[in-house]
């Protein structure tokens, strides 16, 4: 039987691991082909080990031994001609884009970073690279005029009061989280007249390589109490740890 997402193509950002590259293989494994963009390098400030190229090409055969067709590019959101760049040639190579996830991301900060440089990247990455991957992306899907979803990756720290404790790092990831939220409504205002959804989603800490590391696990031993409920199931008995937004539109 073919897959919910036969013939279609699907941008992810932030595919060489964890979430992106989970997602990555959930849709493939619907029928969807895929555009994996990834950074691929260590950006100074971050805490713990970034993807890889290795990691890249390890999602990009998982995602062919399903029978999907994969570009696959290093490319850095905080990039826009990049991103650019990337969207066009993955387009004209699987002939459509019809998905998107603006899922690159990045946590917790290096201390030896001064909060500045900490606040700037975590808006850099999360916010601004949020903001180029749909702006590359939303285009050439108006142009096609087949309509589309969009879905931004956000996390329950930008839906509540608290996570950030007065450092760049904290402070920066709440906040660009929080504008996530203000992103996906108001482009599900832009994008509904081109039948395109656009949703944002909200999970509370996963077992990936950006929370489950050495430096993830010093905080939590350092201030076991304040961290935990910070990445914990925010619920208050049993079910799913994180929630979705999107604007009703008419």
């Not at 950002?13 to 994996?36: K, W």
């Not at 990337?86 to 190579?93: D, K, N, P, R, W």
């Not at 409504?185 to 039948?195: D, E, G, K």
Request: glycine residues 14%.
């Amino acid at each position: 039987m073919p897959g919910q997402l036969e013939g279609k193509t699907a941008l992810i950002t932030g595919a060489a691991r964890g979430q992106g590259r989970s997602h990555a293989v959930r849709l493939a494994q619907e029928g969807a082909n895929i555009i994996a963009l990834d950074i691929c390098r260590q950006i100074e400030s971050v805490a713990y080990p970034m993807g890889t190229d290795d990691d890249l090409r390890q999602t990009t055969a998982m995602v062919e031994a399903l029978g999907r067709h994969v570009v696959a590019r290093e490319v850095d959101v905080r990039d826009l001609p990049a991103l650019e760049a990337a969207v066009s040639e993955g387009i004209a190579e699987l002939g459509s884009l019809d998905i998107v996830l603006a899922n690159a991301g990045i946590g917790m900060m290096s201390p030896d970073i001064d909060d500045a440089r900490a606040f700037r990247d975590q808006m850099e990455v999360n916010l601004f690279g949020v903001w180029n991957t749909v702006q590359a992306a939303a285009p050439p899907m108006i142009e096609q005029g087949t309509g589309g979803a969009i879905v931004l990756t956000g996390s329950t720290l930008g839906l509540v009061g608290r996570g950030g404790d007065g450092t760049g790092g904290s402070d920066g990831y709440c906040a660009s989280k929080h504008a996530i939220v203000g992103l996906g409504r108001t482009w599900s205002h832009w994008l509904a007249p081109h039948n395109i959804r656009v949703n944002s989603v909200h999970p509370t800490g996963a077992n990936t390589p950006m929370v489950v590391n050495d430096a993830v696990a010093k905080l939590f031993a350092d201030s076991p109490t304040s961290s935990g409920a910070d990445v914990g199931n925010l619920l208050l008995r049993g079910g799913f740890a994180g929630l979705l937004v999107q604007d009703r539109v008419q």
